[in-house]
């Protein structure tokens, strides 16, 4: 089965910096894509980012961008510029190639901008 | 902002009571899932259907059971509510594409005293 990890239980940067969100995964598949989703409090989820596994070049959505390594099986996000409205729960999130195509999610990471 | 709905959003129960959890979606995507997160924490699968009249379990053990008599509606109900039962239901749908996100509804948080 796969698995999502994602190890900084809480993250914090200023205003306008650069933050890096860490996760890694676990899989025996070549066929796979990566997503990264924010939910803040209180709100719906939201996909920020999405990353197919047969694509060498890194996804970028304006502020954020990905840091794709297949071979390590790392997926990290950094967001630039942080802004006020970034704070929230980020979600790393793995999804087969076949099947259900079911999300598997990692256990989060806290963002905290301070102004 | 997405066009699925949870209802309700909040609700407060005690032990026992048969509840029924609602989720609409109306871009008439085929794929729908629910998954249980306890706050700040990850989610995990316990519902999801392919389409009308097809269900299956996920991931996680649920108590609860589901239907799917209509492309837009996939309700979650739990027959006799316990205090285990305590966490945000989060329901969500896709159009099925392997790069299809996923659209979430905004959660129903689930008190059992």
């Known amino acids: 089965a796969q698995t999502v990890t994602q190890s900084q239980p809480e993250m914090s940067v200023q205003e306008a910096e650069t933050v890096t969100l860490s996760c890694t995964y676990d899989?025996?598949?070549?066929?796979?894509?990566l997503f990264w989703y924010k939910q803040p409090p209180s709100r719906q989820m939201i996909l920020v980012i999405r990353q197919e596994a047969y694509k060498q070049q890194n996804a970028t959505e304006n502020r954020f961008s990905v840091n794709f390594q297949k071979a390590a099986k790392s997926f990290s996000l950094k967001i630039s510029d942080s802004q006020l409205g970034d704070a929230a729960m980020y979600f790393c999130a793995y999804r087969s190639g076949k099947g259900a195509q079911k999300l598997v999610f990692g256990q989060g990471t806290r963002l905290t901008i301070n102004p | 902002e997405a066009d699925i709905y949870q209802t309700p959003r909040y609700l407060v129960i005690g032990t026992g009571k048969k509840i029924t959890l609602e989720c609409s979606q109306t871009?008439?995507?085929?794929?729908m899932y629910w998954y249980q997160q306890d706050p700040g924490m990850e989610l995990h699968l316990i519902h999801y259907?392919?389409?009308?009249?097809?269900?299956e379990k996920g991931d996680l053990s649920s108590e609860s059971t589901v239907s799917r008599i209509r492309t837009e509606h996939f309700p979650l109900t739990l027959e006799s509510a316990r205090p285990s039962h305590t966490s945000q239901y989060l329901c969500?749908?896709?159009?099925?594409?392997?790069?299809?996100?996923?659209?979430f509804g905004e959660g129903s948080r689930l008190t059992v005293l």
């Open positions: 259907s392919y389409g009308v009249n097809s269900t």
């Open positions: 899989t025996s598949e070549s066929d796979y894509y």
């Open positions: 969500a749908s896709t159009r099925g594409t392997n790069t299809g996100e996923l659209f």
């Open positions: 871009m008439g995507h085929d794929k």
